[in-house]
C-alpha cells in the first residue's frame, strides 16, 4: 500500500519562509511537530493508501486535468481553530483557483472511490501539528500571524507519496501534471 495525496507546490522563497517560523513556535509550551520546509504545498486532496497496482491508473486520470495557470500569495499564520488550534498554517490567497483545481481532481479520484471532503476546502500550508496544545502558543501564533512569505506562479500540480517516519512524513513526487 501507498499513502498518496495531491498538491501544488511552491517557490523555495515560500519554503524557506515557512522554515523560519518553527523556531517561533516552538518557544512556546505546546508540543508541535513542524513540518519539514523544504517538502511545504498546498494539499489538494488527500487520496490516502492504495494498492501500487493503482497508481498507474490515478496516474493517466490526473494527467488530463488542465488549468491555466495562476498566482498564490502566501501570508499570515493562523491555525484550523483560533482558540484551541491542531493545525499551525500559513494562509494562502488567491482567487479562488486553487479551490477550483481541488474540485477538478477531486472529481477525477471518485472513481477510484476517494471521497470527497465535507467540509469546505481551505487551501493553506501547514507550518506544524500540535500533538499537545499549551495556551503560550496563542501569543506566538500572534507574533508571526503577519508574516508575508511572497508569492509564486502554479503551473500545474504533483501526485506525492507520503512516506511516515519517525520524525513525521517525507514525500516523494510520482509525477507532475502541467496546466
Not at 520546509?37 to 501500487?52: C, K, R
Not at 471521497?115 to 507574533?143: M, Q
Amino acid at each position: 500500500m501507498v499513502r498518496l495525496f495531491t498538491a501544488l507546490d511552491l517557490s523555495a522563497e515560500i519554503r524557506e519562509g515557512i522554515g523560519r517560523i518553527a523556531p517561533v513556535l516552538g518557544k512556546s509550551r505546546a508540543r508541535l511537530t513542524p513540518v519539514d520546509s523544504a517538502g511545504a504545498h498546498i494539499t489538494l486532496v488527500f487520496i490516502g493508501e492504495v494498492p501500487e497496482e493503482r497508481i498507474g491508473p490515478i496516474e493517466d486520470a490526473l494527467a488530463d486535468i488542465r488549468a491555466e495557470p495562476f498566482s498564490v500569495t502566501v501570508t499570515g499564520v493562523s491555525g484550523n481553530n483560533p482558540k484551541r488550534p491542531r493545525v499551525v498554517w500559513a494562509n494562502v490567497k488567491d482567487n479562488g483557483e486553487c479551490a477550483a483545481v481541488q474540485a477538478r481532481v477531486a472529481d477525477v479520484l471518485l472513481r477510484f472511490g476517494v471521497e470527497k471532503e465535507g467540509r469546505p476546502y481551505t487551501p493553506h500550508v501547514t507550518i506544524a501539528r500540535v500533538k499537545e496544545f499549551d495556551p503560550s502558543l496563542l501569543p506566538r501564533i500572534t507574533e508571526v500571524s503577519g508574516t508575508v512569505f511572497g508569492s509564486c506562479r502554479i503551473t500545474g500540480f504533483t501526485l506525492k507519496k507520503s512516506v511516515l517516519g519517525p520524525g513525521g512524513a517525507r514525500y516523494e513526487d510520482l509525477m507532475g501534471v502541467s496546466f
